[in-house]
């Protein structure tokens, strides 16, 4: 079975930062593109980030894009997600996903992915 951990959310103020974590179980880790997600109250989860496998092809929707940096540590099974400059629109619960192998990938779309975390919460305050 997997599972997937997010942790390191928190109350920040705008312009700072957070690092958010994602550990996941499972020997085939390596082998996944991994994704960020976010949902905010009575909002749509939206795409924040994906990964490769490799590490070596990221994506970015635009809103963040030059503000967060996705990353993964495959030798400790976890992806990371560093965010800087938050705003308050950053405020959302935010999910770490894994990519479902079988289906056609798009990294965007919340249905290629097949296991989620619980999320993490990230409150940015004006």
């Known amino acids: 079975q997997v599972q997937l951990v997010e942790s390191g959310g928190g109350l920040v103020q705008a312009g700072d930062s957070l690092r958010l974590s994602c550990a996941a179980s499972g020997r085939t880790f390596i082998t996944y593109m991994l994704g960020w997600f976010r949902q905010a109250p009575g909002k749509e989860r939206e795409f924040v980030s994906a990964?490769?496998?490799?590490?070596?092809?990221?994506y970015y929707a635009d809103s963040v894009k030059g503000r967060f940096t996705i990353s993964r540590d495959n030798a400790k099974n976890t992806v990371y997600l560093q965010m800087n400059r938050l705003k308050p629109d950053d405020t959302a619960v935010y999910y770490c996903?894994?990519?479902?192998?079988?289906?056609?990938?798009?990294?965007?779309?919340?249905?290629?992915?097949?296991?989620w975390g619980q999320g993490t919460q990230v409150t940015v305050s004006s």
């Open positions: 996903a894994r990519a479902d192998n079988r289906i056609t990938y798009t990294p965007s779309r919340v249905s290629s992915y097949d296991y």
């Open positions: 990964i490769s496998w490799s590490g070596s092809t990221t």
